[in-house]
């Protein structure tokens, strides 16, 4: 199944996402800055796209690390999944923050992230006052994994 999802180029030397594989779930977002950009341990940087999108309605963009510049480099979105609305028409920026513990630099034109297109469902929210029971419950963090 394929969408068509409109772009705009919002500064011409901007860098079109692009597929690394036919069978990529993301697109690589490409990073656009006038000069390299340094990132101090522990700190996070907006990194400009200039790309806008039209995403179409019952869809999000999911903004998500590249593991090689994650596990290579430190470098992942400081939100961990940056979520972009049907309704959103600015340009999309990458929160880059450096988890290493040196400088890192990210050039114009290097990928910085991947966007992953998707449908999601909206539902209606309706209090109650009690909850259906399962055989789980409220057996929380890690307590399918006990034996």
């Known amino acids: 199944m394929k969408a068509t999802v409109r772009f705009k180029k919002l500064d011409s030397r901007a860098a079109v996402p692009t597929y690394g594989t036919p069978y990529a779930a993301g697109a690589d977002l490409y990073a656009l800055c006038d000069s390299p950009l340094t990132i101090e ?12 999108l039209e995403i179409p309605e019952g869809y999000v963009g999911l903004i998500y690390a590249r593991s090689g510049l994650a596990t290579k480099r430190g470098l992942a979105p400081a939100n961990k999944v940056g ?5 959103y028409r600015g340009e999309i920026m990458v929160a ?14 290097e990928r910085i992230a991947q966007l992953v297109i998707t449908p999601f469902l909206q539902v209606d929210l309706e209090e109650c006052d ?15 994994g006990t034996k």
């Open 41 to 52: 341990p522990g700190q996070t940087v907006l990194v400009h796209t200039g790309i806008a």
């Open 83 to 87: 979520v972009i609305d049907a309704d």
């Open 96 to 109: 880059l923050y450096n988890q290493s513990a040196v400088l890192q630099t990210v050039e114009s034109g």
């Open 130 to 144: 009690e909850l259906s029971d399962t055989q789980r419950g409220t057996g929380g963090f890690g307590s399918t």
